[in-house]
């Protein structure tokens, strides 16, 4: 086996805050850790702590090194873009069969993610969740800001919780902006905030000034079978922000299985900025984190 119940955790690492925030928990809790960052995505504060560093798809030198470190279990955590069919294909099929590598692409990006943890755990290595290594970085049920959701953002929510359930077969985007009943807009590959500018452009005036808070509610959920050990929900203090900008209300994420970075910043930040942010049940999760 590649895994060592002696060894360290290691951190395959792409973009945003998370790596770091999950590399801060293991440092202050006296964990034993190795960081392998991928060029081009971990961000500049992540690359100094790196141990080494990678391309994406250099899946020889990035097995090759887990099996150096022999962790005890491994985390995929942060973003990254996806490169396009044929350098997947490419990269895939060095380890693969072509055309089982050819169906796990062609499914989507769910799929591609799961393709990469059953390579990693083919060689013996455990991989696990950062929720499962720093579960304080995960919203709890009872996660509220100061606000709370009036009877349409209520309503909002339920129809949100709905549509991403419905969605969760074609592994689209895990979040949507809904207003009472009407959907404003569902995430795509380009991401939340994107999304959430997509809205706010949808409701400048024919001066380039949004007229008024609109309302509408932001639902960020993890998707109905979707492995949580990668590409789990994850928002921030900018979610909140660009939430504002587009004139909602609030936002709604699911309890349990959405990670909310710097926790305490982002709660201040949504009461600032006057939207409520809370944590709900999702009904096809076995369970929430109190």
């Known amino acids: 086996m590649a895994s060592s119940a002696n060894g360290p955790i290691a951190i395959v690492a792409g973009s945003g805050r998370l790596p770091i925030q999950l590399v801060e928990h293991l440092e202050q809790t006296g964990q034993d850790y190795r960081v392998l ?170 001066f380039g000034l949004r007229r008024r808070k609109e309302g509408g509610v932001l639902i960020k959920a993890a998707k109905r079978g979707q492995d949580l050990r990668v590409d789990m929900p994850t928002i921030g203090p900018r979610t909140v922000a660009e939430a504002a900008k587009a004139g909602l209300s609030g936002i709604a994420i699911g309890a349990g299985s959405t990670f909310v970075l710097e926790q305490e910043e982002t709660l201040r930040t949504a009461d600032r900025l006057g939207l409520f942010l809370i944590a709900v049940d999702l009904p096809w999760m076995e369970s929430t984190r109190d």
């Open 37 to 206: 960052a991928f060029r081009g995505f971990a961000a500049p504060e992540l690359r100094k702590k790196a141990h080494a560093s990678v391309d994406l798809l250099d899946l020889k030198t990035i097995l090759h090194t887990l099996e150096g470190w022999k962790p005890r279990a491994v985390s995929l955590v942060g973003a990254v873009r996806r490169p396009g069919f044929s350098t997947l294909l490419g990269a895939y099929s060095a380890l693969r069969n072509m055309q089982e590598v050819k169906e796990v692409i062609a499914r989507g990006d769910d799929q591609v993610l799961r393709g990469a943890v059953m390579l990693i755990e083919e060689r013996g290595h455990r991989v696990v969740g950062a929720h499962e290594l720093a579960p304080n970085l995960v919203a709890a049920r009872s996660l509220s800001g100061s606000l709370k959701p009036n009877e349409d953002d209520l309503q909002a929510i339920a129809v949100g919780l709905d549509l991403l359930a419905s969605l969760s077969a074609f592994d689209i985007g895990q979040g949507a902006v809904i207003a009472r009943k009407h959907v404003l807009a569902i995430e795509g590959p380009e991401g939340t905030d994107r999304m959430l500018r997509r809205v706010a452009g949808l409701r400048q005036s024919w």
